[in-house]
Each structure stands twice: as structure tokens, then as C-alpha cells.
């Protein structure tokens, strides 16, 4: 199957057995599992259906888990979209992204949320089990006041905590990073609250990463598409270097996520099919960091246990 490439990866033994004489350097052995941290599957159903082409090739070969984030209030009552079959696996979250809610109704949708957790966290069934809250924070681009945006972030944060769930921490808008990171800090009792700081790329304000690194050692940091699009020259080359610095802790920090249907990697050929474009991010990483202990596959089996880990999958 052809439907997408990635440089020097075949594509096609995500899906399906390959001879190997493809030509191309390297193959997905298929006890690798493929971990998405952070997606969103409840947007444009018929268009999901026809990109998510790898999980759909039978006879299955490997093991698939998307982590799907139900971050518009609106969408929650919608139900996972039915791809589960027996090697696809859909954990979902839930959260009120810094967009999508409206001041006027917001007590409600707080009320909501805290329903939502409720049923979860009595709910038995591992499949139907809210696995995080988020994803949730703060935004430049949101008509909402950064006064409403923190006062929903907070609550959002204290539920976490009172439902012993991890946190999805979204922040656009490099000045905010500083903000947000007073937040956790102000609002977080427990130092090992599980955190996801997901699309970090070059317009993250790193200096504030890094706090928030050391500041939490059951935190991560999403790397997903966005890390391949070297927009503005001197951004690219201070987040390689911040990359290439920080390269001995990356294995037991980063998650790999597409964010789908947004950030479709750079370097990845055809069709945004999400199982193929972690690789693609994978394999940027990998020769932006070139280290000859590690490779692409190498990160990808980190960031497979880091979202285990994470999301107590
Ligand atoms: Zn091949
Ligand atoms: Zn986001
Ligand atoms: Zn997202």
C-alpha cells in the first residue's frame, strides 16, 4: 500500500507484511505497536474513515491506541467513533479547550465536565474510562479573555486532581507559557501529577519548558508535526539546538502525537494517515538529533511507553 511515504521508512509495514524488497532502509517489525498521544477522532468521521488507511488493512498486524482528546463541549455526548476493533484501541479524554467555550454557559460546562468524570471514574470498563482531563489551557488566538481562559484552566486542573487523572496542557501564544506554568504551579499540590505539555515545536517558549521539565518529573512534552515545518529560520535552529542539548532526557520526556486532522508532518508524503505520520516525526527527530545509539524506531518505542505511562494504559 502506497497511500503515503516517509523518507528511507517503508510505510507500508505499518500495515501489512513487506519482503523487504522495497528498497527502503527501514521496516516496522510488527510487535511494535503504534501509540497516538494525543488525537482527534470525533471530527469529520467520513474523513477519518478514509484516512486512517493503515489500521484498516485485514488481516490486522499490529496493535493500534489512540488517545483521542473530546476538547469541544458540544462533542462530548458524541460516542468514539467505531473503529474499535480487536487491535484498535480508543482512550479518550475530555476537556474544555481555551476556544470553544463561552463565558455565559461556562458553570455549566464546568458542571458537566464534572459529571462526565463522575460516571467515568465509577465506570469499570477500561474502554469507557476517561483516561485524562484536557485538553485545556490557554490560548492567543481565543475570543475569550486570558481571565476566563485561566479561571476554566484552574478548575480544570483542581477536577484533575480531585479524579486522580493526568492533564493535557495546550498553550498557543509563546508569551502565555509563563502563565500557564504559574498556574500548575500555584494550583498543583502533588509534584507527580501526571502532565502532557502536547505540540511543543519552535514557537514554544522553551525557557518555560524546561521549568516545567524539572519542575515536574511525571511530565512530557508532545512532539508531533508541527517539529518539521521550519517556518522562520532562527526559531528552527534554536529549538534543534534545544532539541539536540536536551537529547539525553528525551527518551524518558516525549510523546509522540499528530494532533490529527491539524499538522500533517512536513515529511510525510500523500495522505495524512495519522498511524504513518508519527513515524514521519519520528524519523525528523531522529536526524535532527543524529545520534548513532539511537533511530527512528528507538524514539517511537519511548514515546509508546511514555503515553503507557501517562495515560495508565
Ligand atoms: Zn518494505
Ligand atoms: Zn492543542
Ligand atoms: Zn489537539
Redesign the pocket.
Known amino acids: 500500500m502506497n497511500h503515503c511515504f516517509v523518507d528511507n521508512f517503508c510505510v507500508a509495514s505499518v500495515s501489512s507484511h513487506c519482503d523487504q524488497r522495497c528498497g527502503q532502509r527501514n521496516h516496522i517489525p510488527s510487535d511494535i505497536p503504534i501509540y497516538d498521544g494525543?488525537?482527534?477522532l470525533n471530527q469529520m468521521t467520513s474523513k477519518i474513515q478514509s484516512d486512517l488507511l493503515s489500521i484498516k488493512v485485514t488481516p490486522p498486524i499490529r496493535q493500534f491506541y489512540f488517545i483521542n482528546?473530546n476538547?469541544k463541549p458540544d462533542e462530548w455526548q458524541i460516542p468514539n467513533p467505531s473503529l474499535n476493533s480487536s487491535h484498535v484501541h480508543i482512550r479518550s479524554t475530555i476537556g474544555i479547550?481555551p476556544k470553544y467555550f463561552t463565558p455565559k454557559s461556562l458553570y455549566q460546562t464546568l458542571d458537566n465536565l464534572r459529571t462526565y468524570l463522575e460516571i467515568s471514574h465509577h465506570n469499570q470498563s477500561p474502554e469507557n474510562k476517561i483516561v485524562a482531563v484536557g485538553?485545556c489551557g490557554l490560548d492567543e488566538t481565543s475570543t475569550t479573555s486570558i481571565k476566563h481562559q485561566i479561571f476554566v484552566f484552574e478548575k480544570q486542573i483542581d477536577l484533575a486532581m480531585q479524579f486522580d487523572l493526568p492533564i493535557?496542557l495546550?498553550c498557543r501564544g509563546s508569551h502565555l507559557y509563563k502563565k500557564l506554568f504559574d498556574c500548575l504551579k500555584s494550583r498543583i499540590s502533588d509534584k507527580n501529577q501526571r502532565l502532557h505539555w502536547?505540540?511543543i515545536n519552535s514557537n514554544a517558549n522553551l525557557y518555560i519548558v524546561d521549568l516545567f521539565l524539572n519542575q515536574f518529573p511525571n511530565s512530557y512534552i508532545g512532539l508531533n508535526g508541527s517539529i518539521t515545518y521550519e517556518t522562520n529560520f532562527e526559531n528552527t535552529l534554536m529549538f534543534k539546538n534545544w532539541l539536540i542539548d536536551r537529547s539525553r532526557y528525551l527518551p524518558d520526556r516525549l510523546i509522540f502525537?499528530t494532533?490529527y486532522p491539524?499538522l500533517s508532518p512536513r515529511n510525510l508524503h500523500g495522505t495524512y494517515d495519522p498511524s504513518c505520520a508519527l513515524l514521519a516525526t519520528s524519523e525528523y527527530l531522529s536526524k535532527t538529533i543524529d545520534d548513532t545509539n539511537q533511530n527512528a524506531l528507538s524514539y517511537l518505542q519511548f514515546s509508546n511507553r511514555n503515553i503507557e505511562t501517562m495515560y495508565a494504559l
Open positions: 494525543h488525537i482527534h482528546n476538547h479547550h485538553e493535557v495546550h502536547h505540540c502525537e494532533d491539524y
